[in-house]
């Protein structure tokens, strides 16, 4: 059983924690509708490029810009929706610890992300001068897995230690050995 101090130190954990993962949702969703205004406002050009349905041809295409173009388009594709990776499992609040919640947590928040991207491919065939581009799912959900791997598990460690912090040490009790009066005690015959 755990006991709660007299500051009420488990409610504060709680509160902060609640704080949090509302924080984590309405950057999410501040950050969808930035990603949504970005990439589905119709865009005035004179011409439209082709569809591009085969995996990494457009990846390729990028590469025979040269080093510098390719870095800034294949960036650009990694950290549209890479802030996923962070708030999906920020605003979900789970602390678990074992590598099963771990791994279901990375699949999650993967599947989560290629969704999101596949939408907003499927939604800019309706938009004039956007083209579908199936290397974007693969880029945008690479970058989801990126930023999940690599802040996500040092905040939760991070997050376990102040939640733990707030709550306090359990409280150690000592084993207490059998009392003075306990042979007299026993052989006094009970009447019930």
Known sequence: ?????????AATATAIHLRLRLLAGV?????????????L????VPWAAAANLTPLEGIR??????????????????????PLG???????????????????????TAAAGALVSLSIEM????VPGQVVDVDSVLLNTAGVLLAHVAVVPALRARLRRSHT????????????GLGPWTDVLSAVQREY
């Open 41 to 44: 406002r119709p865009l005035d």
């Open 165 to 176: 912090a707030y709550q306090g040490n359990t409280p150690k009790i000592s084993r207490v």
């Open 123 to 126: 939604l800019q065939t309706a």
């Open 27 to 39: 950057l999410l969703a501040a950050h969808l509708l930035v990603v949504g205004w970005l990439t």
């Open 61 to 82: 295409t990028d590469l025979a810009y040269g080093p510098l173009e390719a870095a800034r388009r294949i960036g650009e594709g990694l950290a549209l929706l890479a």
């Open 1 to 9: 059983m755990q006991r709660l101090e007299a500051g009420g130190s």
């Open 86 to 108: 962070v708030l999906l499992p920020l605003a979900g609040g789970r602390l678990a610890l074992s590598t099963l919640s771990a791994w279901s947590s990375l699949a999650r």
